[in-house]
């Protein structure tokens, strides 16, 4: 059968599994499990960066929620939207594709864009450690302007109704890029502050404005719109930190953020 290999494992998270549950076991344990989100926004830097940011995220889904995680993650190579239909691979093990939800999902399948993006990759070893009965929707989006996020909106909701699968929406993204802290904060919780609110629209004005860089809010945008078409009402940003409180360095920092739509 043919798998989507590991392509960032030793780089961005360990590739021996006894040291990634570990870590993965060393996050969740510094986390305080609560809510049942819908969606998440998740980043996805090296797990020594960001993995204890991801882990907040992550930590606001039941844990033995066992349904279909919808992954999406922006093209760091350029490639168009698409989605990846094969198991995919973990140091943990594989975990499976929810293969009759990608073929209600109109949108088209494409293995080898998917095959060095790290975006939707380094969310899987958080999915098979914590849900591991659980299945995946590996899609990659390239465009992100406001109608591409909501066509894709659109078409996980409808897919959703139409397959009646319980689903959480996990959006790959981080935020600022090697701009001082004190820029980065400004600026990424100004963004994320319409998040909050579910204002889609307000959020793409705000990045504008502060110029965020944050690679994927395309996908943010994406997710809370259909968690929105799903019932949600709310957000909630659980944590935010920056690759300086790792390395203390902040004078050129990348900023993260673990956010719950319920």
């Known amino acids: 059968m043919k798998t989507r290999s590991c392509a960032v494992a030793g780089m961005f998270y360990p590739e021996d599994p006894s040291h990634l549950g570990q870590l993965l076991e060393g996050f969740f344990?510094?986390?305080?499990p609560g809510g049942n989100s819908l969606g998440i926004v998740c980043p996805h830097a090296g797990y020594v960066y960001s993995g204890q940011v991801a882990a907040h995220a992550f930590s606001t889904i039941q844990p033995d929620f066992s349904g279909t995680f919808v992954v999406i993650g922006p093209s760091h190579h350029g490639y168009l939207t698409s989605v990846s239909a094969v198991p995919w691979e973990t140091p943990l093990g594989i975990v499976n594709p929810d293969t009759e939800?990608?073929?209600?999902?109109?949108?088209?399948?494409?293995?080898?864009?998917?095959?060095?993006?790290?975006?939707?990759?380094?969310q899987m070893p958080f999915i098979k450690y914590?849900?591991?009965?659980?299945?995946?929707v590996p899609v990659m989006m390239g465009e992100q302007d406001p109608a591409h996020a909501s066509a894709v909106a659109e078409?996980?909701?409808?897919?959703?109704?139409?397959?009646?699968?319980?689903?959480?929406?996990?959006?790959?993204?981080?935020?600022s890029h090697y701009v001082p802290e004190a820029q980065a904060k400004d600026g990424d919780l100004y963004a994320i502050d319409a998040l909050i609110k579910l204002d889609v629209k307000e959020f793409y004005r705000r990045i504008r404005e502060k110029r965020v860089t944050a690679c994927g809010y395309g996908p943010i945008s994406a997710m809370v719109s259909a968690c929105m078409c799903m019932g949600a009402q709310s957000g909630r940003l659980i944590r935010y930190g920056t690759s300086g409180d790792v390395t203390g360095d902040h004078r050129q920092v990348v900023g993260y953020a673990a956010i719950a739509v319920m």
């Open 101 to 122: 939800f990608i073929g209600a999902l109109d949108i088209e399948v494409d293995e080898p864009s998917h095959a060095e993006e790290h975006s939707v990759e380094v």
């Open 155 to 175: 078409k996980i909701v409808a897919a959703q109704r139409l397959t009646k699968r319980e689903i959480r929406i996990v959006a790959s993204s981080d935020f």
């Open 130 to 136: 914590r849900f591991p009965r659980s299945r995946i």
């Open 29 to 32: 344990s510094r986390t305080s």
